[in-house]
T-cell receptor, first 120, second 110 residues
Framework: GAVVSQHPSRVICKSGTSVKIECRSLDFQATTMFWYRQFPKQSLMLMATSNEGSKATYEQGVEKDKFLINHASLTLSTLTVTSAHPEDSSFYIC????????????????FGDGTRLSIL | DAKTTQPTSMDCAEGRAANLPCNHSTISGNEYVYWYRQIHSQGPQYIIHGLKNNETNEMASLIITEDRKSSTLILPHATLRDTAVYYCIVRVGGYGKLTFGQGTILTVHP
């Protein structure tokens, strides 16, 4: 089955540092990748959508200068949380949709196992 | 976006079928119904999806009503490992993003 790998699984760092999270599709080419954030006891909230080779599309209220997304290849997207602060502590999850199929609506998204970010 | 309504929580005995309902009365003709589940502290896991017809795979069955306004996810023989939050999502056509609601917390007990 389709596998999405996310790294690191957990990171703890000091306030003010930048953190990069990687999302890789291991056995398929991901034309589109999505980044979500989930706070405790809440549902997933979509942050942005990235398409290979183009700029990411951010959801309303998400600061694009703070959450930098790069999707340079069909198997890798990265999310960089710049100048992270305690309020950025959250569970960050990526997902990917592959090529093929007759419609993007018919392609299931496959999710990574998430990155738990803790900012001290 | 077509929104979905799910019960907040459900219980099921181990070995019995778990039937999780979902209402999506404003679904459009080209929108699919997707089901995912999230076990604590993990990323969501894809279960199944469908458009009009009932679907079955190794994990579950999806029953969609003829008017497409509701659906039911069936786990035929629930195990303790099926305890999770189950999300019913209608996929926005042509764009691909998923909008997660609060889902149903399914607890499978011995």
């Amino acid at each position: 089955g389709a596998v999405v790998s996310q790294h690191p699984s957990r990171v703890i760092c000091k306030s003010g540092t930048s953190v990069k999270i990687e999302c890789r599709s291991l056995d398929f080419q991901a034309t589109t990748m999505f980044w979500y954030r989930q706070f405790p006891k809440q549902s997933l909230m979509l942050m942005a959508t990235s398409n290979e080779g183009s700029k990411a599309t951010y959801e309303q209220g998400v600061e694009k200068d703070k959450f930098l997304i790069n999707h340079a290849s069909l198997t890798l997207s990265t999310l960089t949380v710049t100048s992270a602060h305690p309020e950025d502590s959250s569970f960050y999850i990526c997902s990917a949709t592959g090529t093929g199929g007759t419609s993007i609506s018919n392609q299931p998204q496959h999710f990574g196992d998430g990155t738990r970010l803790s900012i001290l | 976006d077509a929104k979905t309504t799910q019960p907040t929580s459900m219980d099921c005995a181990e070995g019995r079928a778990a039937n999780l309902p979902c209402n999506h009365s404003t679904i459009s003709g080209n929108e699919y119904v997707y089901w995912y589940r999230q076990i604590h502290s993990q990323g969501p896991q894809y279960i199944i999806h469908g458009l009009k017809n009932n679907e079955t795979n190794e994990m579950a069955s999806l029953i969609i009503t003829e008017d497409r306004k509701s659906s039911t996810l069936i786990l035929p023989h629930a195990t303790l490992r099926d305890t999770a939050v189950y999300y019913c999502i209608v996929r926005v056509g042509g764009y691909g993003k998923l909008t997660f609601g609060q889902g149903t917390i399914l607890t499978v007990h011995p």
